[in-house]
């Protein structure tokens, strides 16, 4: 945990410095995944209340310890069909919205005493074939259907863009992802508010760009331990 407190203070403070941000606040969304509920615990003593984690189990035994905690959960990572049932129950924020099918089984699964669960629809910016994602292509059809789900809220876009070596073309695809969600706002007369991009290296150029959600593991938390990532 040494340092935790300093790493994480310096990473608000990018935030806070990008003078370029948007009207409204960005939310520095804490990545825990693989590190332990102490150190949430000693974020959250500072204040910090957004945290994102990518694995279910883990996720879960993290949130029993830290059940009279006020934090807001956010699920980043990969859907199994089968885990969505308490992802619609224990989350408030889901990021990797990537298929139809799941985005039914969330629907569905999310207890109505609860609110409409916040999604963001995951875009496969750079059309690879080993992410996942909606393709641009494919994004109106889906948000039609999206639309119907009265129990998400359909809160904006994620990606996850492969790294460039050079930032006009980091920028390009940061600002790329912006215009395809005003494009969709107005085509699908929606209002999302939310883009989930930017990482520790990338953060203020995503922020200049419109990210409304920046995810920074790392350079919180410190390296992972190899062995825990599943
Ligand atoms: C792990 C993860 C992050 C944080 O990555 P770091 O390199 O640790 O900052 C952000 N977004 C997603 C989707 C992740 O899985």
Redesign the pocket.
Known sequence: MHGLKERYQKQLDRVKNVAEAPKGKVTL?A?S?TKPATDIAALYAQGQRDF?E?YLQEALFKQKALAHFDIDWHF??PIQSNKTKEIARRFAWV??VDRLKIAKRLNEQRPEFLRPLNVCVQVNIDEEDSKSGFTEAELDQAIEQLKTYDQLHLRGL?I?PKVRKELAMQRAVFKKAAQLKERLNKSHHLEMDTLSMG???DLELAIEEGATIV???????GE?DKNKIK
């Open positions: 969304l990545v995944k994102g990518n980043i990572g990021h990797s994620m996850i990482m520790s290296s995810r920074i593991g790392t350079a919180i938390f992972r």
